[in-house]
């Protein structure tokens, strides 16, 4: 995963991570867009899979988000994948003047006025009448024309059931969150898909479970400690979002969302850092010595995820990236074999 950066920086970045043998990266959006840095990225090493992880869609039309994913899908010779979240409302209304409620009614029919947004550049008519968007005029000379390779995959952030299922129904995968430990995964995220899928005869497995995994890695604690702080950060700053208490609950940490919010409400970020235990760690990262990472990763997200993404693998170590891909090229062959 790469957190938004200065465009100039993002040529060797996405070269840095070809190199050391790490199949894609995941482009986060935040003040700078995904799409502009997925582009560079997708010039500057075209051996990677690119996938904006995700891109805020309700403040752009259906068919500009279509516009841009399809060039990038023809850039990348078809290693494009489009990540698309709803934001919050906060977000979306006073910061992006656009509408927001209900979000996940709006995201389903979003990805649908997307995908028929595509046919519509393949030649046939546009023709999407949803509930929040409709698509109805195409002409030749506005449509970008076919591309020698598939549609782009159109996946959507997801946390609670209802999304989930949506998932299933009408996108091609779906971005967990980083805070979706393994029991949580199983609770809900795979028997929701499933239940999509069953909902408009789809194969569940057509539906990728994206899973970004925190990492606490190293040969030694002093080099596992500089993780452990860096994730307790990460993980207070989503544990506060009232929307995601259900998870903390049902993994055995009732409350956590309450007292972390407490601290929030005074500013005191390290208070809300210190909330988050060494068991709140152990349950929602992957804690491994080198040696040890591939085959616990395996071992753990084998049977659920169809991709990983190492959430911190760029943040605040950059050194340690070719460590990564070794690791990345270890699973490759574990889950090959």
């Known amino acids: 995963m790469l957190t938004p950066q200065p465009l100039q920086r993002v040529p060797q970045i996405a070269r840095s991570i070809a190199d050391s043998g790490i ?11 995904a799409y502009l840095s997925a582009a560079t990225a997708a ?14 869609a309700f403040p752009r039309s259906p068919m500009v988000t279509a516009q841009v994913a399809w060039e990038l899908q023809e850039a990348t010779g078809g290693k494009f994948r489009l990540g698309l979240g709803t934001q919050v409302r906060t977000h979306v209304v006073r910061r992006y003047a656009s509408e927001f409620d209900p979000p996940g009614p709006r995201l389903r029919d979003y990805v649908l006025a997307v995908k028929a947004s595509f046919a519509a550049f393949r030649g046939e008519p546009l023709e999407h009448r949803g509930a929040f968007y409709e698509l109805t005029w195409m002409s030749r000379q506005w449509s970008p024309g076919a591309i020698d390779v598939p549609d782009p995959k159109v996946d959507i952030a997801a946390v609670n059931p209802w999304m989930l299922r949506m998932a299933g129904q009408v996108a091609d995968g779906v971005h967990v969150h980083p805070i979706g430990e393994p029991g949580y995964l199983r609770r809900h995220v795979l028997p929701n898909i499933a239940a999509g899928a069953a909902d408009e005869g789809r194969d569940p497995a057509d539906v990728a479970v994206i ?8 040969d030694t604690d002093a ?18 979002t009232p929307n995601y208490a259900f998870i903390w609950d049902e993994a055995g940490f009732e409350g956590t969302t309450e007292r972390i919010r407490r601290h929030q409400k ?11 235990t060494d068991d709140h760690l152990a349950t929602f990262c992957t804690e491994a010595t080198w040696d040890q990472l591939a085959q616990t990763l ?15 693998g760029m ?7 070719e460590r990564f891909g070794e690791v990345a090229r270890e699973i490759h062959f574990l889950t090959s074999n």
């Open 23 to 33: 199949d894609g990266v995941l482009l986060t959006e935040g003040g700078r867009t």
């Open 43 to 56: 010039v500057a090493a075209p051996s990677l899979e690119i996938s904006t992880g995700v891109a805020v």
């Open 211 to 218: 899973v970004p995994v925190n990492l606490i890695v190293g």
């Open 223 to 240: 080099e596992r400690a500089a993780d452990r702080e860096l994730l307790r950060g990460m993980l207070s700053f989503y544990g506060s």
């Open 266 to 276: 005074d500013g005191h970020l390290a208070a809300m850092a210190a909330e988050i």
């Open 298 to 312: 395996v071992d753990t997200y084998g049977d659920i995820a169809t991709r990983l993404v190492f959430y911190n």
């Open 315 to 321: 943040m605040g170590h950059p050194e340690r990236l």
